[in-house]
T-cell receptor, first 112, second 116 residues
Framework: DAKTTQPPSMDCAEGRAANLPCNHSTISGNEYVYWYRQIHSQGPQYIIHGLKNNETNEMASLIITEDRKSSTLILPHATLRDTAVYYCIVRSYGGSQGNLIFGKGTKLSVKP | DAGVTQSPTHLIKTRGQQVTLRCSPKSGHDTVSWYQQALGQGPQFIFQYYEEEERQRGNFPDRFSGHQFPNYSSELNVNALLLGDSALYLC???????????????FGAGTRLSVL
């Protein structure tokens, strides 16, 4: 089973920031938080990952709480093309490269 | 630089038949994972190949088998197809080494299999 809990759906206005929450209260010390998204009929796309520090790349920012029990993915200026299902995944790093366990994700709808 | 490529994009089979799906990993990647995604669900891990051997396996029956070739490409075989095998089959590749890039799986567009 997935180790994360996400809201099933969210709406966001185009041009505004989209903040997608994820709860992972049972995360262990060697587990990272990964975010992927899947646009309809395409394969999942990697967005960002982090351990405990906040991370930012050209796509998004990842904010992880100090106790690491939850995180937020931030799309700073959402566009219609960001409409997708967003998956938050907890996974150990290194070792045998464990598989990704996907839950049902959050369906983000960006509206004009 | 080509990403992960899968073939065919769509496939229609009948119950009891066998199917082979193919995957070419991203350049520089040597690990290939396969996932099954039923309609409305998140992808489920089938198995992972590294150095031409199955390294990890999810909760799938033996009807699902795979192979990895010396050039790192991979095949997924499904025997005795059932209606419930209808799904999007995704291939993902990742590098074994590479610092922060290690362990990031990059997905292909998938093969849509319909079993009638």
């Amino acid at each position: 089973d997935a180790k994360t809990t996400q809201p099933p759906s969210m709406d966001c206005a185009e041009g505004r920031a989209a903040n997608l929450p994820c709860n992972h209260s049972t995360i262990s010390g060697n587990e990272y938080v990964y975010w992927y998204r899947q646009i309809h009929s395409q394969g999942p796309q990697y967005i960002i990952h982090g351990l405990k520090n906040n991370e930012t790349n050209e796509m998004a920012s990842l904010i992880i709480t100090e106790d690491r029990k939850s995180s937020t993915l931030i799309l700073p200026h959402a566009t219609l093309r960001d409409t997708a299902v967003y998956y938050c995944i907890v996974r150990s790093y290194g070792g045998s490269q464990g598989n990704l366990i996907f839950g049902k994700g959050t369906k983000l709808s960006v509206k004009p | 630089d080509a990403g992960v490529t899968q073939s065919p994009t769509h496939l229609i089979k009948t119950r009891g038949q066998q199917v082979t799906l193919r995957c070419s990993p991203k350049s520089g990647h040597d690990t290939v994972s396969w996932y099954q995604q039923a309609l409305g669900q998140g992808p489920q891990f089938i198995f992972q190949y590294y150095e031409e051997e199955e390294r990890q396996r999810g909760n799938f029956p033996d009807r699902f088998s795979g192979h990895q070739f010396p050039n790192y490409s991979s095949e997924l075989n499904v025997n005795a197809l059932l209606l419930g095998d209808s799904a999007l089959y995704l291939c993902a590749s990742s590098p074994v080494s590479g610092g922060r890039a290690k362990n990031i799986q990059y997905f292909g567009a998938g093969t849509r299999l319909s079993v009638l």
